[in-house]
């Protein structure tokens, strides 16, 4: 009695869940990470997505702050969709592509980008991590 109760209980929270994040939710965020290397990768990959996606994608380039990254405008040369870089407060739209700005921690909360100077040392700085699991708690399920 004690197990299907329990399981109510964990199918109503997980449904509560689900609901929540339809509210916040509304269109898909997709993050992907990159170092130096994967320009390339990201040059094939976005003349293959839809303008019309429904989806916003975020591309994190884990770079050093004295780095000057021309990601965006890479990116914007092999694509129609809107490219632009993420800045503090800026609303995340769908078939929109955001760059990370090198030197910063980006997140997400509230469908808005949050960015914040690295202080932490240069081999302990996870940019790509730490935007992933903002997503995976702002978009919940």
């Known amino acids: 009695m004690a197990q299907s109760a329990r399981k109510a209980s964990t199918g109503k929270a997980r449904a509560n869940s689900r609901e929540s994040a339809k509210e916040f939710a509304p269109f898909p965020i997709i993050g992907i990470g990159a170092s130096a290397g994967g320009i390339g990768a990201l040059q094939k990959f976005f003349p293959e997505v839809p303008v019309d996606s429904g989806f916003a994608y975020v591309v994190i380039q884990h770079l050093d702050a004295e780095h000057e990254s021309v990601l965006a405008s890479i990116i914007q040369r092999s694509t129609a969709i809107e490219t632009k870089t993420a800045a503090e407060g800026l609303k995340i739209e769908p078939d929109h592509i ?14 808005r980008f949050h960015v914040a100077k690295m202080t932490t040392m240069r081999a302990r700085r996870t940019p790509i991590d730490d935007f992933f699991a903002s997503l995976a708690h702002d978009q919940a399920e």
């Open 98 to 111: 955001y760059v990370t700005p090198p030197g910063v921690s980006v997140t997400v909360e509230g469908q």
